[in-house]
DNA sequence: CCCTGATTCGC
DNA sequence: GCGAATCAGG
């Protein structure tokens, strides 16, 4: 596989998003994400720490300024007369009305429980609220074995997706996720009967 | 152990 | 330019 113009433009993409090199390389197919950080670096994307970048083990240590030749403005009038314009935007797609709560149960697997009225620790759902927001929004497709397999959103809708943080080892969710998807079976009563 | 990006260096 | 191997860390 080479790097065309696609490639790399979904790579920046990607990139752009936070998404991982693993997972760009997987979109991308035929790289390793090996592959795909040294094409990051090489097109100039990585972080931008200003600051320092240090070495690894006390070897090279020298340099102190490197010599930035970019004395020219960066030229930008690609009229790039390829393609139309950009896709509007596909959003207004939610938003039916659909009444509070769905109580949907989908057919297949028994789906973990979403936090409900359920007795969680408050201090767990907090943090997979928070975490939801640093979902990667995977499709069913993109989950892997050690991706978080939780379902976020309303799989009758297309605000549906998977966490897709990476999961413990073992685990079928994240850290988070783990948190309240098994509970240590404590705000069990002692039932009698 | 799983993962992450960063760097090196032969090709 | 490319990316496997390696490194350094979480």
Known sequence: MSWTDERVELLKKMWGEGQSASQIAKELGGVTRNAVIGKVHRL?????TGGAAPQA???PAEATAAPQPKAKEAPKPAPKPVREAPAPRPEPVVSSPIP???QIIPA?????PQPSANEID???????SEIEKKSKKLSLMELTERT???PVGDPATEDFWFCGLPAQAGKPYCEAHVGVAF???SSRRDRRR
Not at 44 to 48: I, P, T
Not at 108 to 112: C, D, E, S, V
């Open 57 to 59: 083990t006390g070897k």
């Open 122 to 128: 408050p201090a767990a759902l907090a943090k997979v």
């Open 108 to 112: 297949g697997q028994p789906l973990p």
């Open 183 to 185: 509970q240590p079976m």
């Open 44 to 48: 100039g994307l990585s972080n931008r």
């Open 100 to 102: 509070a709560r769905k």
């Open 148 to 150: 978080c397999k939780w």
